[in-house]
């Protein structure tokens, strides 16, 4: 059993009352592993058929499943195709409850690593815009990696303050998910170092965060859209406290019902202000379901939508390098690449207006005003690739969100093709003639119908051109 705080214990025994020794007794079960199939890519049924080890689906969030703790699946080539990302069962909830919509306008405001947008992603299907910020530079990184991996297009990746992205977003999203950071209680059979660094001090100074951080997020929420706090956490202070503040502090706010399951339960007026409202929030149990300690609190703004707000004229100011339309030489390059490939015009229009170029790189943009303003972001919609002389050379990111269908030039090798493992290392490989329409020039690579990057073909060998930093050693 995980070393458990006493102090934490003796608060835990006082709120659970009756239940506390099936709570305690959680803690000598094994923690539980789970994925999420990215339904861009796959369906949940097809996943369960072709999977290579056996899984077993998580029976409140649809697009997830339960794996044994003996087997890798990040070392399976189709993890590294962004079939499915892994993910403790009940950190898949909270972005499975909030109502997205295709063509929403979609924030993840604590976004690292990426769980939860590329969540959001998933359920966007490439339409609307996700923006995925993270205070964090360098989990900021990790998270570009995964919504990167997973094909997601119409993504904004930023490293800001939350105060900083109100200033440029104020009441612009239809949806925005606030995982905020907590004491991580909930955590502790997973995480054994959480419970070494917690005190009882860590879920106060855990709530003054989170004040912060929801109060940038209602100003960013649009009147109509809503939110989705969740935590990892049990602290009162931290859950129904940290939501009974926010309706009081906003009263154009209001809790909304969370879709059902059996095992949630509900939030308890008593730890928060007595307002009967909280109950509409959801406690996750150790001892309830199979996954570790969650709370969610789903939240409407009031009021209709109103039409956009100075948004454009408040962005245009220093952006983070110019953008403009491509140049005549830039458009014959890229369409070239093209048509080379055989990439389907509903990928690639080059007449659209979404179609940037910035600093030497070609990006598809969604449909946004100019909402670079003085933000610092580590990717402004999907980098199609770079322009180089007298050629076009194609990004990694470009190769993830394609598939055999959209680009005509693909090599598809079988799953357990020992090439699939040499090409994810980076070495070159040999491919015969009759694999493919034309012998020679750009391919993407696949294993099975799944992308994993792009080679070139010379005379039946492909010159390896997958990501530098994504090989495998």
Request: hydrophobic letters at 35%; one cysteine or more; a positive charge.
């Amino acid at each position: 059993m995980t070393d458990l705080p006493g102090p934490f214990l003796d608060r835990m025994k006082h709120m659970l009352k009756g239940e506390y020794q099936d709570f305690l007794a959680s803690y000598g079960k094994p923690r539980l592993h789970g994925l999420r199939v990215n339904t861009m890519k796959i369906t949940p049924q097809r996943f369960e058929e072709i999977s290579p080890f056996s899984v077993k689906p998580i029976p409140w969030v649809k697009d997830g499943f339960y794996y044994e703790g003996d087997v890798h699946p990040a070392s399976d080539p189709y993890y590294t195709a962004g079939l499915y990302y892994l993910q403790e069962p009940s950190a898949m909830t909270p972005a499975s409850r909030l109502p997205i919509e295709k063509g929403d306008k979609v924030l993840d405001l604590c976004a690292a690593p990426g769980g939860k947008s590329t969540h959001l992603a998933a359920r966007l299907y490439d339409t609307g815009i996700l923006v995925a910020n993270d205070i964090s530079a360098s989990r900021a990184k990790a998270l570009l990696y995964n919504l990167e991996v997973f094909g997601a297009g119409n993504i904004f990746v930023t490293n800001e303050i939350p105060g900083k992205l109100s200033e440029v977003f104020e009441g612009w999203f239809d949806k925005v998910l606030v995982d905020a950071p907590c004491s991580g209680e909930g955590m502790f059979r997973k995480a054994c170092d959480v419970a070494k660094t917690w005190d009882e001090q860590r879920p106060w100074y855990f709530a003054k965060i989170q004040k912060d951080i929801v109060s940038n997020a209602v100003k960013m929420l649009k009147p109509g859209g809503m939110m989705l706090y969740s935590t990892c956490t049990f602290s009162p202070e931290e859950n129904e406290g940290t939501i009974s503040w926010l309706l009081w502090k906003y009263p154009e706010m209001e809790l909304a019902d969370i879709a059902s399951y059996e095992g949630f339960r509900p939030g308890v007026p008593d730890w928060g202000d007595g307002n009967e409202e909280l109950k509409k929030c959801v406690h996750i149990w150790p001892h309830h379901m199979e996954g570790e300690g969650h709370f969610l609190a789903l939240l409407r703004k009031k009021g209709q939508q109103l039409q956009e707000k100075t948004f454009e004229k408040r962005s245009r100011k220093k952006a983070l390098s110019p953008s403009r339309g491509l140049s005549k030489e830039e458009r014959r390059l890229l369409g070239e690449f093209l048509r080379e490939t055989r990439i389907s015009d509903a990928k690639i229009c080059l007449e659209s207006d979404h179609v940037e170029s910035r600093g030497g790189r070609a990006y598809l943009i969604p449909k946004l005003p100019d909402a670079s303003g003085s933000l610092h972001f580590l990717r402004y919609g999907l980098m199609l690739g770079e322009f180089k002389k007298n050629r076009f050379e194609p990004s990694q990111a470009f190769a993830m969100s394609l598939t055999p269908e959209l680009c005509g030039e693909s090599i598809c090798l079988q799953r357990n093709d020992e090439r699939v493992l040499r090409y994810l290392k980076g070495e070159t490989i040999q491919v015969p003639e009759e694999a493919c329409s034309l012998k020679k020039g750009w391919k993407l690579m696949c294993v099975d119908q799944y992308p994993l990057g792009w080679g070139k073909l010379q005379n039946d060998v492909v010159k390896n051109k997958y990501l530098s930093a994504w090989r495998k050693k």
